[in-house]
């Protein structure tokens, strides 16, 4: 079957660097995709990834590994807007999302 | 610019009574339109999507429907509720598909069944 995996929580201290992991077992692979969910509200857009690297993109930053089926999100700075739930998602063979159940991360003054 | 809306952002409902719910896309022409439901601690399970009008592929055999009667409207219905309904239900479309391009959410409509 397909799985995506995800820590369930995750705390940490404003102003410091955290690093969300996510591994997957999927039927193919065409791409790696982060999302940011706050409490109540509708999933955002953060990142994609396809091939292997690092995409840097202000305080946030993304890592795909496609042999080892491993990403992590890579969050700087930390900021108390921060909290949230972090999805990872991955487009299989057929371009569905297959989705984590998301990292709720909390971040303490 | 593009927006996504839908409604109601939140509703109690009977078991066995209908449902409803809407979502519209402005600025983009010919959308793929999604309907999401987002239960607690489990990741966003795809129910419905289409690729144009009167296009609906479902993705889990349930109690509910999707309908595509217009190019940037799309419906989620239930004739009669369970309370296994209840939950967190998203629209979302994308314009260049999954493979490039990011999916964009409404703003979600949470259900609860009693």
């Known amino acids: 079957g397909q799985n995506i995996d995800q820590p369930t929580e995750m705390t940490a201290t404003e102003g410091a660097i955290v690093q969300i992991n996510c591994t997957y077992q999927t039927s193919g692979f065409n791409g790696l995709f982060w999302y940011q969910q706050h409490a109540g509200e509708a999933p955002t857009f953060l990142s994609y990834?396809?091939l292997d690297g690092l995409e840097e993109k202000g305080r946030f930053s993304s890592f795909l590994s496609r042999s080892k089926g491993y990403s992590y999100l890579l969050l700087k700075e930390l900021q108390m807007k921060d909290s949230a739930s972090y999805l990872c998602?991955?487009?299989?063979?057929?371009?569905?999302?297959?989705w984590g159940a998301g990292t709720k991360l909390i971040i303490k003054p | 610019s593009q927006t996504i809306h839908q409604w109601p952002a939140t509703l109690v409902q009977p078991v066995g009574s209908p449902l409803s719910l809407e979502c519209t896309v402005e600025?983009?022409?010919?959308?793929?339109l999604y309907w999401y439901r987002q239960a607690a601690g489990r990741g966003l399970q795809l129910l419905f999507y289409s690729v144009g009008i009167g296009q609906i592929s479902s993705e889990v055999p349930q109690n509910l429907s999707a309908s595509r009667p217009q190019d940037r409207q799309f419906i989620l219905s239930s004739k009669k509720l369970l309370l296994s309904d209840s939950g967190f239900y998203l629209c979302a479309y994308t314009t260049s598909g999954l493979d490039t391009g990011e999916l964009f959410f409404g703003e979600g409509s949470r259900l609860t069944v009693l």
């Open positions: 600025g983009t022409s010919n959308p793929n």
């Open positions: 990834n396809v």
């Open positions: 998602a991955v487009s299989d063979s057929n371009y569905q999302l297959i």
